[in-house]
């Protein structure tokens, strides 16, 4: 089958081909309709050893797509079947397994294969979509569950104010989440402004340029410093810049993927007694499927954050694109895209 392999750090993904799945007893093969280019993907050709990653890997979690094969011991599903993948594997039987939180399983690991016309995944990853969500909107499940995880790890409450650091997929889909459970202000932050009417068309009331001022850009936008404020950027100094802004006691969320490590100075944090935690993954029996019923519709659709649908041939110049600082928000590799 067709997909995009990685080979090694600083050259482009490649276009080739690689053996056709097969189901082991407890997966199955999905016929890849959509798959989301994500930044973390962006980071893992980077900095690959730490995620386990080689050369000939086929990136790719965010995704969706019909079951074409079943593996021996499958029941639960059958040929044909609409389904949105959950992309950490764990071992099945653990505690954390049996909660439906395979992102705490001691054994998971966060599987790739999406960039591909098919993925073999284990059963136990796979939702069916509701009937009135489309198909490639499935690919959004993952990164609307991340988000939605974000928002419940900060214990936001309806009326909070909130302000959001990045206007990346994530941090516009938390501006989705923050609105639709009743923050009373949510301002997005960034460097570029060419996602202000994004920000604003997911269910942000606000939008300000990063820089020198941030702190009191914030706080002119959201009537007062924000009571939480989510860094989803990842990059050096922006957990320290959110720190700053916050009110007395407020909540910071570290959300960005931030390599290579940070400095700052917590003197800041302790004499504002800031609430400071951090946000991976999501719960998959609770959230995603919330996650799910977000994809049928409403005031905000989580699909504003599309911006380019692609096949598979141009997915090494795009990816190669997105790690410019670009127009583009999320783009959805559909493998049989015309």
């Not at 019909?66 to 505690?95: E, K, Q, T, W, Y």
């Amino acid at each position: 089958m067709k997909a995009a392999i990685f080979d090694t750090v600083g050259i482009p993904l490649r276009i080739g081909t690689v053996p056709d799945p097969a189901p082991a007893p407890d997966e199955v093969v999905v016929r890849v309709a959509a798959c989301g280019i994500c930044g973390s993907d962006l980071h893992i050709t980077e900095d690959p050893v730490p995620f386990g990653i080689g050369a000939g890997f086929v990136l790719g979690h965010e995704f969706a797509g019909n079951i074409v094969a079943l593996g021996s011991d499958v029941s639960d599903f059958r040929i044909g079947d609409r389904v949105a993948v959950v992309p950490m594997r764990g071992c099945g039987h653990c505690d954390a397994c049996r909660r439906g939180d395979p992102g705490r399983c001691p054994e998971m690991t966060l599987i790739g294969g999406g960039y591909a016309e098919y993925a073999t995944v284990a059963a136990r990853q796979c939702h069916i979509l509701p009937d009135d969500v489309a198909l490639e909107d499935g690919a959004l499940a993952e990164p609307l569950s991340v988000a939605l995880h974000c928002i419940v790890r900060s214990g936001m409450k309806p009326g909070d104010r909130v302000a959001i650091l990045g206007a990346g997929p994530i941090g516009l889909l938390v501006a989705f989440w923050a609105r639709r459970m009743g923050a009373s202000r949510i301002v997005v932050a960034d460097i570029h402004e060419h996602q202000r009417d994004r920000a604003l068309a997911l269910g942000a009331t606000g939008f300000a340029l990063s820089g020198e001022r941030l702190a009191e850009n914030l706080a002119d936008l959201c009537d007062g410093p924000p009571d939480i404020i989510f860094e989803c950027v990842g990059k050096r100094g922006l957990l320290a810049a959110a720190v700053d802004a916050v009110r007395l006691q407020g909540t910071v969320v570290g959300v960005g993927l931030c390599i290579g490590g940070d400095e700052w100075d917590p003197f800041v944090a302790l004499s504002k007694e800031v609430n400071l935690l951090f946000s991976v993954f999501f719960h998959q029996r609770n959230e995603f499927g919330v996650a799910l019923d977000a994809l049928r519709g409403g005031p905000f659709a989580p699909q504003a954050l599309i911006t380019d649908r692609i096949d598979l041939s141009p997915v090494p110049q795009i990816f190669e694109s997105l790690r410019r600082r670009t127009t583009q928000c999320k783009v959805l590799i559909q493998p049989e895209f015309v």
